[in-house]
DNA sequence: ATTGTAATTGAGAATCAGTTGCAATTATAA
DNA sequence: TTATAATTGCAACTGATTCTCAATTACAAT
């Protein structure tokens, strides 16, 4: 059974005359068979655990195309390098981040999300995308961290 | 007439045990003069521009300190550098960014504002910062881009 | 004012994510 | 099957940020 993705990637690169390639086949697999949020490194890591052959430079590669195909979404810059998530099937949502464990919560709100459309409607501001995250320390953390 | 962000940051380094040398006053300053967002590189070259000699290291180094001393934020990461802008006497705010000319809109609403805080208490998140980024088209790059 | 000491500095080397040039390979439409 | 433009891996390259280290300096305690 073709997954739904690989339809909808091979329609996004046919559109734009590019090719369905092995290697882009093999990363769209990859993505999407992580669960939560990853990086370039950690897939590469993985599909080479995997045996599977592909260079850093495709991968560099395919993910702006998987991005511009609505496929997957930029998540955040941790440290120094980007992260994303494959969004395909389930929702937008924003982020929580523990700053001592580093822990991604994810948080979704409807109000906000109208909130936010409503404020770029009175600036008049064609909005596409966006990030929020918010940073603290998580329950856990929280709690453990002696101040009362 | 002394800045009062010199005194805020001085008391910082202060209770911290760190000095308040002549170039990080100079780069306080140079922070200070800046109308709008900057990126360590404009910020040093601001500064050699005027005659300051500070070095780039001094400056990497200082930022994080600004920031954790609360004179500072970081906006965001355009391209692959970090920008930030002084908020001390200022509110913070939000940004619209446009993708095709680059304007960076400060938003602000206090209702967006409650509303995150209490999605937070919900999730019993101690939140402690958080930045929105709302990427897409300003009004003037909208309406020239053809589409109806 | 002098001194002791830990913090700080600048310069450049090092790091590291991400990008790019290029020759060999491959998808795909005709 | 062929023509052709797109793609690949690799290694070299960027450019931002961090680090190393020897020389300097702030500043608290004499
Ligand atoms: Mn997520
Ligand atoms: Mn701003
Ligand atoms: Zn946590
Ligand atoms: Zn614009």
Redesign the pocket.
């Known amino acids: 059974m073709k997954r739904m993705e690989d339809r909808v990637f091979?329609e996004f690169?046919?559109k734009?005359?590019?090719?369905?390639?092995?290697?882009?086949a093999?990363?769209l697999k990859g993505v999407f068979s992580a669960r939560g949020h990853f990086?370039?490194?950690d897939l590469l890591i993985k599909m080479r655990g995997k045996g599977i052959?592909?260079?850093?430079?495709?991968?560099?590669?395919?993910?702006?195309?998987l991005l511009e195909s609505g496929l997957i979404e930029q998540v955040l810059?941790v440290?120094?390098?980007?992260?994303y998530e494959h969004t395909f099937g389930r929702g937008h949502h924003d982020h929580l981040i523990c700053l001592k464990c580093g822990k991604v919560i994810p948080l979704y709100s409807r109000k906000l999300e109208k909130l936010q459309e409503n404020l770029c409607r009175k600036e008049k501001f064609k909005c596409l995308t966006h990030t929020l995250e918010i940073r603290g320390y998580c329950l856990r953390c929280n709690s453990k961290s002696g101040l009362s």
């Open positions: 091979r690169l046919q734009k005359g590019l090719k369905f390639t092995k290697e882009r093999a990363i990086d370039p490194d052959r592909v260079s850093k430079a495709s991968i560099y590669r395919t993910l702006p195309l810059k440290d120094k390098h980007a992260h």
